[in-house]
């Protein structure tokens, strides 16, 4: 087997659907269901033990549907970067379409050799809603570029009341226009260095959290 799949979930958001198309379309001993539950850093660790270059490595989140397609499509790519977009936030705009995200991704063998997974962070603790956005930075600066096969479904619940969807667009638009005055900077905008992530044990109160959140999602 060249490929391994994680799964990963919290309590309570694993879509039915996601999981059907899992169990059908995944090669019998690459599937890997992981409850990252408890600690947001538990994404992380995840990810980061399965980046050995022994296989690819495809990530599908809890809400993305794979079809038939999906995965002999990543198989017979050339490409080392390789993804499935997928309908994001409201707040995005016209354009909602997540390109860089883990919803479904795949990193080549090749990839993972070429960048060793301490070049993307040698920290133990990284929220599970920064990885995306470190790993599209650090792949950017390599010279990498994701590779899109097409759309999957998103199941994400994003009803938003009207006030809320306004607090989340003025979010966006913050964060964009502080990200593009300095792009080095690109987790500034929720109080962080490029280079890590929240420390699980750090006293980061509830809103900054919240606010980061809906950065992420």
Known sequence: MTLRVLAGYADGSLNFDTYRALVRYVPIGSLEMVNVTGNVSNYWHEFRKRWTGKYDLMTVEQDNVITAETIPSFNSCPEPWCTYEYVGPPHMGENRMLVNALGCTRFSQRLQKELPIDEISDKEYFSWYL???????????KGYEPHVHGEVEHLHNYDENPAQAKKNRQLQEESFNKTRKNPSAVLGHVGLDIGDGIDPDAKTGKQEQEDAILRRN
């Not at 990885?131 to 600066?141: E, K, N, P, T």
């Open 131 to 141: 990885i995306d956005y470190r790993l599209a930075v650090v792949l950017g600066r």
